[in-house]
């Protein structure tokens, strides 16, 4: 059986959250540090309990201005310890929707930081305790946290560009963005034999409707949609 999970980034006050937690099989919950306060962060808990949908951290740097797409030079201890606080903070809503965090992800400019720079890939590791990571192939912090013997499960972006180099186009570039749903759809079907889920941006124009195509896609196509398996 092929097997395929399907994330989306939520809680960042953008899109339908309860509309795509009925599509997707689990949920990078914003906390507070790029997008997100308390409430939003509850609220998107319980409903990933009630559609048992799995949730995850989505730490980023600390800056709303920017979304958490501003690449910022900080010391190593102290992102690390704003990765503590994030999950900390999320883990304490998940409890309370009777659900648990069961996996970090970084966001934005951290994300594409970390795919390379062994300090702050460690600095994230150290923040997040022993949970399973979810990010790019071939990246430092996937590499580094799979010698620390931690799961890591790798990620695929259908409305994103990639460079030559299995890089993420940056934003401000040309094509970093694909906007149309049959480029989308057949960007899924296409990355779902490479990675362990494929990640559909909340922000993104059409985000639902495009979630809806990519998950039809797949199941029509033989792959089961399912979170990953946590213990």
Same mark, same amino acid.
């Given at each position: 059986?092929?097997?395929?999970?399907?994330?989306?980034?939520?809680?960042?006050?953008?899109?339908?959250?309860? @509309? $795509?937690?009925?599509?997707?099989?689990?949920?990078?919950?914003?906390?507070?540090?790029?997008?997100?306060?308390?409430?939003?962060?509850?609220?998107?808990?319980?409903?990933?309990?009630?559609?048992?949908?799995?949730?995850?951290?989505?730490?980023?740097?600390?800056?709303?201005?920017?979304?958490?797409?501003?690449?910022?030079?900080?010391?190593?201890?102290?992102?690390?310890?704003?990765?503590?606080?994030?999950?900390?903070?999320?883990?304490?809503?998940?409890?309370?929707?009777?659900?648990?965090?069961?996996?970090?992800?970084?966001?934005?400019?951290?994300?594409?930081?970390?795919?390379?720079?062994?300090?702050? @890939?460690?600095?994230?590791?150290?923040?997040?305790?022993?949970?399973?990571? $979810?990010? $790019?192939?071939?990246?430092?912090?996937?590499?580094?946290?799979?010698?620390?013997?931690?799961?890591?499960?790798?990620?695929?972006?259908?409305?994103?560009?990639?460079?030559?180099?299995?890089? $993420?186009?940056?934003?401000?570039?040309?094509?970093?963005?694909?906007?149309?749903?049959?480029?989308?759809?057949?960007?899924?079907?296409?990355?779902?034999?490479?990675?362990?889920?494929?990640?559909?941006?909340?922000?993104?124009?059409?985000a639902v409707d495009h979630a809806r195509?990519?998950?039809?896609?797949?199941?029509?196509?033989?792959?089961?949609?399912?979170?990953?398996?946590?213990?």
């Amino acid at each position: 059986m092929r097997t395929i999970d399907l994330n989306a980034d939520l809680g960042e006050e953008i899109t339908d959250d309860d @509309a $795509l937690l009925a599509v997707v099989t689990s949920a990078n919950v914003a906390c507070g540090f790029h997008a997100g306060n308390d409430g939003v962060m509850r609220s998107v808990c319980e409903g990933a309990a009630a559609y048992g949908v799995v949730v995850g951290a989505q730490v980023s740097y600390r800056d709303r201005e920017h979304f958490g797409r501003r690449r910022l030079d900080i010391d190593a201890g102290l992102l690390a310890e704003q990765v503590a606080e994030q999950v900390d903070t999320l883990r304490r809503h998940a409890a309370a929707a009777g659900t648990r965090v069961a996996y970090v992800k970084p966001h934005g400019a951290l994300y594409n930081r970390v795919v390379e720079d062994a300090e702050q @890939a460690a600095a994230v590791l150290a923040g997040s305790g022993d949970l399973p990571v $979810l990010g $790019l192939p071939g990246g430092v912090l996937l590499d580094q946290a799979a010698a620390a013997g931690r799961r890591t499960w790798r990620e695929g972006f259908p409305d994103r560009g990639y460079t030559s180099e299995g890089r $993420l186009v940056p934003r401000d570039l040309p094509g970093a963005l694909v906007t149309i749903e049959p480029e989308i759809v057949a960007g899924a079907l296409r990355l779902a034999r490479e990675v362990d889920s494929l990640c559909l941006h909340g922000d993104s124009p059409g985000a639902v409707d495009h979630a809806r195509a990519v998950r039809r896609a797949l199941e029509q196509s033989g792959w089961t949609l399912a979170a990953f398996e946590v213990g």
